[in-house]
């Protein structure tokens, strides 16, 4: 994608309270998923409410897509209702007073210019057909968060906001809503920024990662780079990882494994249902990978990879390292003890072999 | 039954609670919604003059109005200013002096449903492209429904229930100041205590049906 | 010998009594309007006799009620004469022990210097807004003041312009604070130390109304409690009435 000022996200954001400094400087893609990435107070929620224009004290610069939102040095700032983005709070926040359908109503019937989603197009990628006459006291924790994002996306807004829409659920609602998540992001055109906390959400759903601690950004950038970065505050690192997109390349019947076949190699995993040729994100924990200096013999690991030591690294504890491999061009972290390091003698553009004990597939 | 000087009485104290209550309703929603939502320093301060007929013996009350209102006060030289003449001993009057004594029973309920409602839904609003007029109108109102109703109802009942402020500013003028409460306590100073048992008694049943009425209603929507 | 013990019984007898008169309390429920010269007398009162007053003060009407429903009243000074003949009447006070304490004195009074004349004319000007009086039905003073203007031949004339206070305290506020312009009330509300304190006034002459009498009576809880009867010979002593005409009646 060809980054232009005209078609990115650029926030400037500065928000001062008692104990908390929000200091932001960002340039975010004008579409696909951005999570915004972080622990709890990190200011990723505070993040999200400046873009929206609902936080009191955010000073600063955004301009989205060329259009300037707010400049607080020139005294411009639009409201949050002349701002035409979307929001999913993390709570379902349906107006309790109103039917499902006079939610989903609320917004888009505000909303002059033409509709560019339909209110029948939200309705049934979000599957809550079944729902319209309902009141929100009588829906799931599922439901009203679908009917959330569904009303969001009633207004047709050019930026859709989503803060954890998903942490309030527990993991029945979200492996509910995950799909349509998931629908979103295939099928939308536009921008959207996604507040998340857990690796594995942002993994599965992101294409560009703002990774947020005490109110700075740590790293941002593409989801694979960002997250196989290595100089990453220790806070991340204990749940260090890379995330590989494969494609399905061929079912074993025999011993009930699947081969997934990626730029770098490939790896057996147990059995999937998904079709030849169809895509799948992994994630493989820096934890689930260890270090040989040759192709093992004799050992129940199945997956094993030849690589190259890109990167060696301080890891959470002093006993450990962080080595970040280069697979034939997939990045992959190996968290090893810094006892095995000089055992093996691992250095820079060493040649080894890494062995994968497990992968989480994403999806 | 009740002579047409009781029903008189009778019927000025309906008319006075109705005014009172709507201009209440009106004078007091922003006066709630501020109280709600501001961190002024200030806030204590107003809070706590609109909270003062709560604990204030209504004379004392009404003796300050008196003063205020009257034609050496700031009030009754800025009312003689504009032409309206002195307050005290009109319905007018006892209008101005009903809405500051009962208007803790009005705040202190709307206030409460703003502080429950709180301001997320303002924020759903928002970013659902309601400005902050069209989100009062169609979100909070609704929502604080059974608060407006709770101060409505307390607010008509205690202006009602109003005694030492009217006796302090009124002057018991028949049909414009001669409520029934004033005219209970004539009835009793008189040792009529039929005719007084009678408004009395109305008076007590009156009072036991509304908050009747009020105690078992059922709660609205909940925000959650 | 006989003389000692004379004199030991004269000192025991002295002891015994003194006791018992120093023992020795009234309750007394007096009008509102006579708070001030009360507050007095039981201080002389004790002084004098050595008992006590426990003074209760309240509206006329309001004290009846306390009275009919068992409050521990022993005597009871009225702002007027009708209740004490009513308790008397319905058994509630000793028969016979009836006196009237004071006479009240009425005045026309404005705060404003100058705008009361000592004859009254004003009234005939009838150049003000609001001419404030005293309920007539429940005090004294309202219906000597109704009655003064029914003499005069202006009640029709000013009816419009009367505005009421529920007792005299209150009439006398309402022309203070100057949203009345003048009014009818007491003479005793408005002399401190036998002067009279500020605006100006009209002393009603007598015959205009009828005389305010304010009647105390003896009440059946203080039926043979001889402080009780000491409280009401003591208030129709020369020094008592001359107490009371230096507070106006």
Sequence with gaps: ?363 | MLSDVDLAAVWLTLKLATITTMILLIVGTPIAWWLARTGSKWKGVIGAVVALPLVLPPTVLGFYLLIALGPHGPVGQLTQFLGWGVLPFTFAGLVVASVFYSMPFVVQPLQQAFEAIGSRPLEVAATLRASPWDAFFTVVLPLAKPGFITAAILGFAHTVGEFGVVLMIGGNIPEKTRVVSVQIYDHVEALEYAEAHLLAGGMLLFSFFVLLALYSRKGAHTWK | MKARITRLLMGLALTVSSLVTQAAQVQVAVAANFTAPMQKIAVEFEKDTGHQALLSFGATGKLYAQIKNGAPFQVFLAADDKTPAKLEAEGDAVPGSRFTYAIGTLVLWSAKPDFVDDQGEVLKKGDFKYLAITNPKTAPYGAAAIATLTKLGLFDALQSKLVTGENVSQTYQFIFTGNAELGFIALSQIIVNGQLTSGSTWIVPADLHEPIRQDAVILAKGQDQPAAQALADYLKSEKVKTIIKSYGY
């Design chain 1, 1 to 363: 994608m060809e980054i232009t000022p005209d078609s990115t996200i650029q926030a400037r954001f500065q928000v001062i309270w008692p104990g908390f400094t929000l200091d932001v400087d960002l340039e975010l893609p004008g579409r696909g998923v951005t999570a915004l990435f972080g622990h709890s107070g990190s200011g990723k929620t505070t993040l999200l409410r400046c873009l929206a224009g609902l936080e009191q004290h955010g000073q600063g610069v955004l301009r989205f897509k060329g259009d300037i939102w707010q400049d607080n040095g020139r005294g411009i700032f639009r409201p949050t209702h002349q701002r035409p983005l979307g929001y999913v709070f993390q709570e379902a926040s349906l107006f309790p007073h109103l039917s499902v359908r006079k939610n989903l109503d609320y917004g888009r019937k505000r909303v002059n210019s033409g509709h560019k989603v339909s209110l029948d197009h939200a309705v049934e990628l979000l599957g809550i057909g079944h729902l319209l006459n309902r009141t929100p006291d009588r829906l799931s924790g599922g439901e009203r968060q679908r009917v959330a994002i569904a009303r969001a996306l009633a207004t047709s807004p050019e930026l859709l906001l989503m803060d954890e829409p998903l942490a309030a659920l527990d993991l029945k609602r979200k492996t509910e809503i995950l799909p349509y998540l998931e629908r979103l992001h295939d099928e939308l055109k536009i921008p959207v920024c996604y507040v998340s906390h857990l690796p594995d959400e942002v993994a599965r759903l992101a294409d560009y990662v703002v990774l947020l601690a005490e109110g700075r950004v740590v790293a941002a950038g593409g989801l694979r780079e960002t997250l196989a970065r290595l100089d990453l505050p220790t806070a991340f690192t204990e749940d260090a990882g890379v995330v590989i997109e494969a494609v399905v390349a061929e079912h074993d019947e025999r011993y009930h494994l699947t081969r997934l076949d990626f730029p770098g190699g490939s790896i057996f995993v147990a059995q999937r249902r998904e079709t030849i040729g169809y895509k799948l994100r992994f994630r493989v924990h820096a934890r689930d990978v260890s270090l040989a200096l040759t192709r093992a013999e004799g050992t129940s690991i199945v997956n094993l990879l030849p690589a190259t030591v890109t990167e060696i690294a301080d890891a959470d504890t002093p006993a450990h390292v962080l080595v970040r491999l280069n697979a034939d061009g997939t990045p992959l972290i190996a968290r090893i003890t810094r006892r095995s390091l000089d055992h093996l003698n691992v250095v820079l553009g060493k040649s080894l072999w890494a062995q994968i004990k497990a992968v989480a597939l994403l999806t």
